[in-house]
C-alpha cells in the first residue's frame, strides 16, 4: 500500500503541475475579463488535486521509513546534519504545505469583494508563488540524494 501510495504521489505531481501552470496562464492572460466559472473550475481542480497530493504525502509521512520514523531512530539533531535526511523529514514537507496552502487562498480570491482585475491579479500572484515553491521543493531526478525518477517504475 505504501508503494502504490509513493507511486500515486509521483504522478500526481504532473496533474498538478499541470493545472497550476493553466492557472497561471489562465490569470496572466484574462486580467480584463470577468472572472467567471472556468476560473472557478481550475482553481478548484487544482484544490482539489493539491489536497489529495497533501493527504498522500502525510499518509508517507507518517506511515513511510523516510519521515517521522528517520527522526524518531537517529534524533533531530542527526536528521538536520544529513541533508538527505532533512529534506524527507523536513525542507519537502514544509515547501509543499506552504505551496498548498497558497494555492487555496489562490482559489480563496474568488470570494472576495474586488474587481474582476484584482481577483485575477491576486490569483496569478498566489499561483506563481506556490508554482515556485513546488518547483523548489520536488525530488527531481537530479537532485543528488533525494531525485526520484519522472515517473514510477523509470
Known amino acids: 500500500m505504501y508503494a502504490g501510495s509513493v ?9 498538478i503541475l499541470i493545472l497550476l501552470s493553466l492557472n497561471v496562464y489562465r490569470h496572466a492572460t484574462a486580467s480584463a475579463q470577468p472572472y467567471g466559472e472556468k476560473d472557478r473550475k481550475l482553481g478548484l481542480f487544482l484544490m482539489i488535486a493539491s489536497h ?7 499518509f508517507q509521512y507518517f506511515a513511510g521509513g523516510v519521515g517521522l520514523e528517520r527522526i524518531k531512530t537517529l ?14 523529514a523536513v525542507e519537502h514537507g514544509i515547501g509543499m ?5 497558497l494555492v487555496t487562498l489562490g482559489y480563496g480570491v474568488r470570494k472576495k469583494q474586488f474587481n474582476d482585475f484584482v481577483k485575477h491579479r491576486r490569483a496569478l500572484i498566489l499561483y506563481t508563488i506556490a508554482l515556485l515553491i513546488i518547483l523548489a521543493s520536488m525530488p527531481w531526478p537530479w537532485r543528488e540524494g533525494v531525485g526520484r525518477p519522472w515517473l514510477p517504475g523509470m
Open 97 to 101: 504545505i506552504l505551496a498548498i496552502v
Open 75 to 88: 534524533g533531530m539533531g542527526e536528521t538536520m546534519k544529513n541533508a538527505e535526511y532533512r529534506y524527507w
Open 52 to 58: 489529495i497530493m497533501l493527504l498522500l504525502g502525510l
Open 7 to 15: 507511486h500515486l504521489h509521483n504522478v500526481l505531481r504532473w496533474v
